[in-house]
């Protein structure tokens, strides 16, 4: 039987010992009688659950005890609003970088509620690169700067934490977050859709530092202020509770891996892999990013002739490497390389393109 592997950017890849110790545990947690399922979000169980997500979160990306951490619902789209709704505190204005679709669809909610200055645009280059930070057009009264370190549909990452000169930084960490270590106390808030690279969808996580709340717009509903979940320890109502006990088996896993430290060693050589496969493949392949920009989780990348895709990818499928079309918005393919993804799993998809363009070539 050939082994699957599936590079789908998200809902992605969950990690095999993290899905089979979800099977053992499903029909009962733990002598409890139920499953994580069926237990009020209120019973020492699962208060235990979320407290034990939380700590070994807190512990891999040693967030400062004055950032709270929330799980949400709603998804990364939801925090596109909530960021405004919380964080203008006043202000009229507030700092965007557009680097892809991600970005845009974050500045388009923001218009909705204040005056979005996009500071840099990696437009021009058709989103190919970072925008160089010395370019960058910041407002020194912004209420923030938002941005997305990792681009899941253009596969652009940033290679460094923006320096905003005390202007609180908002980042959109969907595609990101956790793949390596991480300096939280140079955010003002981290938000993150939970189905790439923490556990199945329906979870979103958010860190916010402490001194940002308690700022929310009067007429937005109680659901959308961060305060209201800060102080109901994310049980204003009903959380995620199955998506909270999974994201919690994740954590376990990836203090099993070594941590970020040794997640991002892993995650380093699976990307090279994969560049230096598609860079020495004489123009079969190619990936539109520049160097400096190319991101460890989602890899775009063409056939030279577009003929190709097809074969491409009724050939991938029926080698077991599941999902490489890539975004509509693009075509040609992508290879999601999240966390969960194995080494094997990128060996397996090198040692087929390279017979395919030795065979199309
Ligand atoms: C997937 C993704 C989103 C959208 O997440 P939803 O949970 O579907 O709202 C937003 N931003 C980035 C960077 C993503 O990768």
């Known amino acids: 039987m050939t082994q699957i592997f599936n590079?789908?950017?998200?809902?992605?890849?969950?990690?095999?010992?993290?899905?089979?110790?979800?099977?053992?545990?499903?029909?009962?947690?733990?002598?409890?009688?139920?499953?994580?399922?069926?237990?009020?979000?209120r019973g020492k169980e699962f208060m235990g659950i979320m407290a034990h997500a939380e700590s070994s979160l807190r512990a891999l990306l040693g967030i400062p005890s004055h950032y709270k951490v929330l799980f949400l619902q709603g998804g990364a789209s939801l925090q596109f609003a909530m960021v405004p709704?919380?964080?203008?505190?006043?202000?009229?204005?507030?700092?965007?970088?557009?680097?892809?679709?991600?970005?845009?669809?974050?500045?388009?909610?923001?218009?909705?509620?204040?005056?979005?200055?996009?500071?840099?645009?990696?437009?021009?280059?058709?989103?190919?690169?970072?925008?160089?930070?010395?370019?960058?057009?910041?407002?020194?009264?912004?209420?923030?700067v938002h941005y997305t370190p990792n681009e899941t549909i253009g596969g652009v990452e940033f290679p460094f934490i923006p320096d905003t000169q005390g202007v609180p930084l908002v980042a959109d960490m969907s595609s990101t977050i956790l793949s390596r270590p991480l300096d939280v106390s140079r955010f003002g808030l981290i938000y993150a859709g939970?189905?790439?690279?923490?556990?199945?969808?329906?979870?979103?996580?958010?860190?916010?530092?402490?001194?940002l709340l308690g700022g929310a717009l009067k007429t937005m509903p109680l659901m959308l202020d961060y305060r209201i979940h800060v102080e109901n320890d994310s049980m204003y109502n009903t959380p995620p509770t199955f998506p909270i006990y999974m994201a919690g088996l994740v954590f376990d896993w990836l203090q099993g891996q070594g941590g970020l430290a040794g997640?991002?060693?892993?995650?380093?050589?699976?990307?090279?892999?994969l560049y230096d496969c598609i860079e020495q493949s004489g123009g079969f392949y190619t990936c539109p990013v520049k160097a400096r920009a190319r991101s460890w989780m989602n890899v775009p990348f063409t056939l030279k002739d577009e003929r190709l895709d097809d074969p491409f990818l009724k050939e991938s499928q029926k080698a077991g490497l599941l999902q490489l079309k890539?975004?509509?918005?693009?075509?040609?393919?992508?290879?999601?390389?999240?966390?969960?993804?194995?080494?094997?799993?990128?060996?397996?998809?090198?040692?087929?393109?390279?017979?395919?363009?030795?065979?199309?070539g």
Not at 203 to 209: A, P
Not at 263 to 273: G, S
């Open 194 to 211: 939970a189905q790439k690279n923490i556990g199945p969808a329906g979870l979103t996580v958010v860190i916010v530092r402490e001194d």
């Open 263 to 273: 997640m991002a060693r892993i995650n380093e050589r699976k990307a090279r892999l």
């Open 85 to 144: 709704i919380n964080l203008l505190r006043g202000k009229t204005g507030a700092d965007y970088i557009n680097t892809g679709e991600w970005s845009k669809k974050a500045i388009a909610e923001a218009r909705r509620f204040c005056d979005v200055n996009v500071a840099a645009s990696g437009e021009a280059d058709k989103f190919t690169d970072v925008p160089a930070e010395e370019t960058w057009k910041l407002k020194a009264d912004a209420a923030f």
């Open 326 to 360: 890539g975004h509509r918005s693009v075509g040609g393919m992508r290879a999601s390389l999240y966390n969960a993804m194995p080494e094997e799993g990128v060996t397996a998809l090198v040692s087929f393109m390279r017979d395919f363009a030795r065979r199309h």
């Open 7 to 41: 590079f789908g950017a998200g809902p992605a890849v969950m990690p095999q010992a993290v899905l089979r110790k979800a099977q053992e545990e499903l029909a009962e947690w733990h002598g409890s009688g139920m499953s994580v399922m069926e237990m009020s979000h």
